[in-house]
């Protein structure tokens, strides 16, 4: 079997029994399970969650996107090899760690397979947190032009590109469109303030004004267990984004959780530690694919610049990406996956036959 045919690359027509359209995004495919196949694994399987949850199979894949494009590669290379198992299992790893140190829980239920999730439905908080401890990207970008207040907050005058800040910023987003709040415009991703949470806090979801003090709280917590574990293996915690939601538990009580994924190479950025203490940043997350895509196409302005989308969409469809820049990629994620969790990465023969089977015999999930 050729690398190319370890690829998870379309993960949205696995024959799981539901009876909801599929919910398939850039990386991960949502199977909702119907009501009666949810009751019966809470109880089949003794899951921490309310008699009535929704749960659902999330499936993720190899696909790697850039600029809000899907690429491909030479070879029929419809993904990154071990890209999704690396993503699993870094997330795997920091909740798990979350728990063990009484943070708060996440979404996952369940770990059938390395590309698999069983998860409950939560109530989503409508922020994107990102954690910023140095300043680089888009940060530094704004920085270099002038701009010295994100999401109200003011930073210092004398800062240089890829600094570590005086101390952990919080610059929170809008997550989806949201509509008549004051100040916030009607458009996805759009920065916001913390007064903008505290004066709409039922806007975005949150249950209570103490809530905004909760999710702060883990906001730092998780970002700070994440860093210091990181920095054991000579590893840099750049910056981050955390998402939130509400969930109940088996007793009927309603929990703030971490959802989505976390500390991985797609949701932040991590520095090698012996490169960043010689003045040279070394990426081990999704920047390395960023910064190959602006060097291999000779205008690189296509990428960036969102007035030429329909050339960027044409650029991604018409071009596969040498091999060699997708095994870097995949190096990448498979590296730094096995630096965090102290094992080795094991790729699917058949990734999709194996879901399959497992969830046919184990879950009882497929007819």
């Given at each position: 079997m050729s690398l190319a045919d370890k690829v998870l690359a379309v993960n949205n027509d696995l024959p799981i029994r539901t009876d909801a359209p599929v919910h398939s995004g850039k990386v991960r495919s949502v199977y909702w399970l119907t009501k009666e196949d949810s009751r019966r694994l809470i109880k089949e399987k003794g899951y921490n969650v309310h008699e009535d949850a929704e749960l659902a199979v999330m499936v993720i894949s190899d696909r790697i996107s850039a600029f809000e494009c899907i690429w491909t590669g030479e070879g029929g290379m419809q993904g990154v090899p071990g890209k999704g198992a690396a993503l699993n299992a870094i997330s795997n790893h920091w909740f798990k760690l979350f728990r063990e140190q009484g943070l708060a829980d996440s979404h996952i239920l369940d770990i059938p397979h390395p590309l698999v999730w069983v998860v409950q439905k939560a109530k989503p908080v409508m922020i994107e947190a990102i954690c910023r401890q140095y300043i680089t990207g888009s940060m530094w970008r704004s920085y270099a032009k002038g701009e010295r207040e994100f999401c109200g907050i003011e930073i210092a005058d004398d800062l240089n590109k890829d600094q570590k800040l005086p101390e952990l910023l919080i610059t929170p987003s809008t997550k989806g469109i949201l509509k008549d709040i004051p100040g916030v415009p009607e458009v996805d991703d759009v920065n916001i303030t913390r007064n903008d949470i505290v004066n709409n806090f039922?806007?975005?979801?949150?249950?209570?004004?103490?809530?905004?003090?909760?999710?702060?709280?883990?906001?730092?917590?998780?970002?700070?267990?994440?860093?210091?574990?990181?920095?054991?293996?000579?590893?840099v915690f750049v910056d981050t984004k955390f998402e939130f939601g509400y969930v109940t538990d088996a007793d009927g009580n309603e929990n703030l959780i971490y959802m989505d994924e976390v500390g991985t190479p797609d949701s932040s950025r991590i520095w090698d530690g012996a490169s960043y203490r010689e003045g040279k940043v070394i990426e081990n997350s999704k920047e390395v694919f960023r910064q190959e895509l602006l060097s291999h196409f000779p205008d690189s302005d296509i990428l960036v610049n969102k007035d030429r989308m329909e050339e960027r969409y044409a650029l991604a469809r018409d071009n596969e990406l040498p091999a060699?820049?997708?095994?870097?990629?995949?190096?990448?994620?498979?590296?730094?996956a096995e630096k965090i969790t102290g094992e080795k990465l094991t790729l699917s023969e058949n990734p999709k036959a194996e879901i399959v089977e497992i969830l046919r015999e184990q879950y009882g999930l497929v007819d």
């Open positions: 039922e806007a975005f979801q949150f249950r209570s004004e103490a809530d905004i003090d909760l999710y702060e709280k883990l906001l730092k917590e998780g970002f700070d267990v994440i860093s210091a574990e990181l920095e054991k293996i000579d590893q060699a820049l997708i095994q870097k990629v995949s190096d990448t994620y498979v590296g730094i």
